[in-house]
């Protein structure tokens, strides 16, 4: 049974970093892209990074420049970097494979506030 556990979200001020971090089970981790996505209050899940098996990545353009994604996959966990946060990036944080399967792991509360 695949499970996605997501940690390192917290309050931070605008301007802020936080690093995420989400750990992978039940699948081969070094087979499959994966994926950060966020959902904000009222608005529907999105996808803000991804990387390939390869380490390409890709970004959303609301967080390029400003999010870095990695992999580690000798510890079937993926990472994304926040820097220079902003208001709206406060949301619910939640890894998955890319494209994503139907099971989500509790996400991880990122709120950007001063």
């Known amino acids: 049974q695949v499970q996605f556990v997501e940690s390192g979200g917290d309050l931070v001020q605008p301007g802020g970093s936080l690093r995420l971090s989400c750990a992978a089970s039940?699948?081969?981790?070094?087979?499959?892209?994966m994926g950060w996505y966020r959902q904000a209050p009222g608005k529907q899940r999105e996808l803000v990074a991804r990387?390939?098996?390869?380490?390409?990545?890709n970004y959303a353009d609301s967080v390029k420049g400003r999010f870095t994604i990695s992999r580690d996959n000798a510890k079937n966990t993926v990472y994304l970097q926040l820097n220079s946060l902003k208001p709206e990036d406060t949301a619910v944080y939640y890894c998955?494979?890319?494209?994503?399967?139907?099971?989500w792991g509790q996400g991880t509360q990122v709120t950007v506030s001063s």
């Open positions: 990387i390939t098996i390869g380490g390409s990545t």
């Open positions: 998955n494979l890319y494209p994503n399967l139907r099971e």
């Open positions: 039940g699948i081969i981790f070094s087979i499959y892209a």
